[in-house]
């Protein structure tokens, strides 16, 4: 037999690609912007090499089931997806019928930062509420669960609620299951957007299965991404008997990796030991480290608990504009003057320092 040719161009290693930015440049834009974990890229180097059955059917995706039972119990499935807007719609169309709505807060991702795509794509109806802190309870859900006998409403079939918030606030155990066991008793399921799961995790120092499937969540997006992912989220069914088609669905939206072993290879990394919960624990820190920084000058607000990796202020605008030209983040309500700086696994006590520093420095010019 004649050995295998390459046209590789160089050995293992070796690469024409440059790097084009500046790796010491950091910002607080978002827990998208760091890289990925060194660990990760060697889960990723392990994962390569050789072939492996496409579309699913290789070695690590079948592994990481196991994976993700020891964090969700026996019954629970996972369906590796491109991204978080990818999971999001994948598992509403899975727990609704054609003409289902879902109720939702009204900061939700899946409402203002998704482009429509549950609703053009997944076909949905989504009933956002106003609250106060990003979480919904049983009364604000209220607002919008009823008319399931009227023909001209969307029927309420799913509460999807966000863990952590998009306020960066966190759900209690006990809040997830008040919620579980309202939408329940109303015939609703109930969907959580976990694209920062493992932030909540860490705030509330307990493990993931105590606010999902022990609440009482039957289905789950989980966030990898910005935990230390190259990329890549994932649709957890915690409970089997809500959904129908998984496979289908998560094809039919465009959300299935013919190279699902590059997917997997980097959930097993996160997940199979601690390092899901060593990267939460420190992008938190840095954001408590952060809000504790700027709550000493005089003229910076912190808006709400910082509970997760992600801090929220009020600050003069010219002050935040004059920030954005050497630190990369994002206004949450340019009108009234809030920020949004987030936390990452990478971000270090000398950038948070740094970053504080130069905010004093501009209060103190205005």
Not at 195 to 219: C, H, K, W
Not at 339 to 362: G, H, K, L, Y
Request: proline share 4%.
């Amino acid at each position: 037999m004649t050995a295998p040719t390459t046209t590789a161009g160089g050995p293992p290693g070796r690469t024409d690609a440059k790097r084009r930015h500046d790796p010491a440049v950091r910002g607080f834009a978002s827990d998208n912007y760091a890289g990925a974990h060194p660990e990760v890229l060697a889960a990723l180097a392990l994962a390569n090499g050789g072939h492996q059955v496409s579309y699913g059917e290789d070695d690590y995706t079948a592994h990481l089931q196991h994976v993700f039972r020891g964090h969700f119990g026996m019954d629970a499935e996972v369906y590796p997806v491109f991204n978080g807007t990818g999971a999001n719609v994948v598992a509403l169309q899975a727990v609704t019928d054609r003409w289902g709505a879902v109720i939702c807060a009204d900061t939700a991702h899946i409402h203002v930062d998704e482009c429509g795509a549950p609703e053009r794509v997944g076909g949905l109806k989504l009933l956002p509420v106003p609250t106060p802190d990003g979480k919904l309870t049983p009364e604000l859900i209220d607002r919008e669960a009823r008319g399931w006998d009227d023909e001209h409403r969307a029927m309420p079939q799913v509460v999807s609620i966000t863990q952590a918030t998009e306020y960066g606030t966190v759900y209690t155990p006990d809040e997830i299951r008040a919620v579980c066991e309202h939408a329940h008793r109303r015939g609703m399921r109930v969907h959580l957007d976990g694209a920062r799961i493992a932030n909540a995790a860490a705030s509330l120092d307990v493990p993931m299965r105590a606010f999902t499937n022990v609440a009482g969540v039957d289905i789950l997006s989980f966030g990898g991404t910005k935990n230390g992912m190259l990329l890549g989220e994932a649709v957890v069914v915690l409970d089997p008997d809500a959904v129908r088609a998984m496979k289908h669905l998560r094809k039919l939206s465009m959300q299935l990796a013919s190279k699902m072993r590059f997917v997997s290879a980097q959930f097993e990394a996160l997940l199979a030991k601690d390092l899901w919960l060593r990267n939460a624990r420190h992008a938190n820190a840095m954001a408590t480290r952060l809000a504790d920084g700027v709550r000493g000058i005089d003229g910076v607000e912190v808006l709400h608990a910082v509970q997760a990796n992600g801090v929220f202020a009020r600050l003069p605008h010219d002050v935040s504009l004059a920030l954005q030209k050497n630190f990369r983040f994002y206004f949450w309500d340019e009108a009234d003057g809030v920020v949004r700086w987030m936390c990452s696994f990478d971000t270090t006590e000398e950038d948070v320092d740094t970053f504080v520093a130069a905010i004093a420095e501009e209060m103190r010019r205005t």
